[in-house]
């Protein structure tokens, strides 16, 4: 069974940084996909980042790229999103998930696996 728990969330100003962790267990994650979702009051939980943990490809969402830096680090099974010139509308809960793949997606549906989420505030 695979386990996933995040951690880094927090009240930021605008403009400030975070960086959010995943810590992954239950197996071994060298076919897997790891990715960043989040989730508004009254929106739909969209895609933000993902990562395929052998290759190490990521892919990002318009929104954030350039702001936002996925990574990995495959000692710790850890996935790391660190989040930089925040703004108020990356206001959210941040869920990390997983599944089985090679190339990363972008769709909920198709992760298997999610943590319990963490709370993002951005203050204007």
């Known amino acids: 069974q695979v386990q996933l728990l995040e951690s880094g969330g927090g009240l930021v100003q605008a403009g400030g940084s975070l960086r959010l962790s995943c810590a992954a267990s239950g197996r071994t994650f060298s076919s897997y996909l790891l990715g960043w979702f989040r989730q508004a009051p009254g929106k739909e939980r969209e895609f933000v980042a993902g990562?395929?943990?052998?290759?190490?490809?990521?892919d990002y969402a318009d929104s954030v790229k350039g702001r936002f830096t996925i990574s990995r680090d495959n000692a710790k099974n850890t996935v790391y999103l660190q989040m930089n010139s925040l703004k108020p509308e990356d206001t959210a809960v941040y869920y990390c998930?997983?599944?089985?793949?090679?190339?990363?997606?972008?769709?909920?549906?198709?992760?298997?696996?999610w943590g319990q989420g963490t709370q993002v505030t951005v203050s204007s």
């Open positions: 990562i395929s943990w052998i290759g190490g490809s990521t």
């Open positions: 998930a997983a599944t089985r793949g090679l190339v990363t997606t972008r769709d909920p549906r198709l992760y298997n696996y």
